[in-house]
């Protein structure tokens, strides 16, 4: 099916659906597939390094006695590794619960066959080169994604978020004084400023956000399966941060960040690049803040078009 060799780490109960569905796809002797079938949690996060996997499955029925915190633990050990759940149909409603914590996807057990299978390998593998592809495209200084990988990253979560019918909130921010920071203090200042604001973005949002540095003094983040209401609560929580940043920055100090936002929906019909479009117009021609403050509150626009 891929050509090569695949590494899947796969912790399930009985009866073995997946590790039966897998070796059906992949027949011994065509030495395609290397599977690591492992009996518990703790014994698949011990393995992890052993094996490198390329993917990952995991059955809640081993993931008790809190199954959100186990995908969470799992997911936390190998970020960058495809998380698959495999639920009971009892446990559906947990399975879809999990893919906000950093599972890829969920299979029901009675319904694991060898063309639902492959869906889900195919899936995984495509998102483990985009964001292969994604990592060279990052900043040097803040190792935040630049424009091309934030459009990249950004354009998957949009058909990710339609198929599941999910919501999204954009929001890009600027640091408006900038130039005059450089004039008075020089590049170094610059730069560190630059990295705070990088640290502060990074803080504010979950493992599985988007954050991405859009030009010399533009930032960006995408917050996925975010509620409607999340804008200004993101604002929010925001602008405590930055009153924390500016007591600290140095003598350089105060930033002036001006914020804005969006909520997207499965309804729109809009392309990625078009929507970061629409909050980066919002940006260039919100207020400018004063010294130290973020932008004004009707800059955060949290409304559908």
Known sequence: MIG???????AEGSPGETASGLRALYPEG??????TNV???????ATLDIV????????????????????RRVHRSAPAVPLIIL?????KDCAIRSLTQGTQDYLLKGFIDSRTLERVLRAALERNTLEGLADLLRDSLTGLYIRDGFLALGERAVETAKSRDSTLVLLCLRIENL???????GPSAVDSSLCEVAKLLTGSFRRTDI??????????ALAVDAAEPSAPVLRQRLEKR??????????????ELRMSARFWSPKEAIAFSKFLDSVETELRFSPVPSAGETAPRQTINAAKE
């Open 242 to 255: 930055v009153v924390m940043l500016n007591r600290d920055i140095g003598p350089w100090g105060p930033l």
């Open 30 to 35: 065509q030495d395609d597939l290397e599977l």
């Open 87 to 91: 639920a009971d149909a009892s446990e």
């Open 39 to 45: 009996s518990s949690v703790s014994t698949l996060v």
């Open 179 to 185: 130039a005059a920071v450089r004039a008075e203090y």
């Open 52 to 71: 490198n996997p390329e993917i990952i499955f995991l059955d809640l029925a081993l993931a008790h006695p809190d199954p959100l915190d186990t995908v």
């Open 211 to 220: 954050v991405a540095r859009l030009g010399e003094s533009q930032f960006a």
């Open 4 to 10: 090569k060799k695949l590494r899947i780490l796969l």
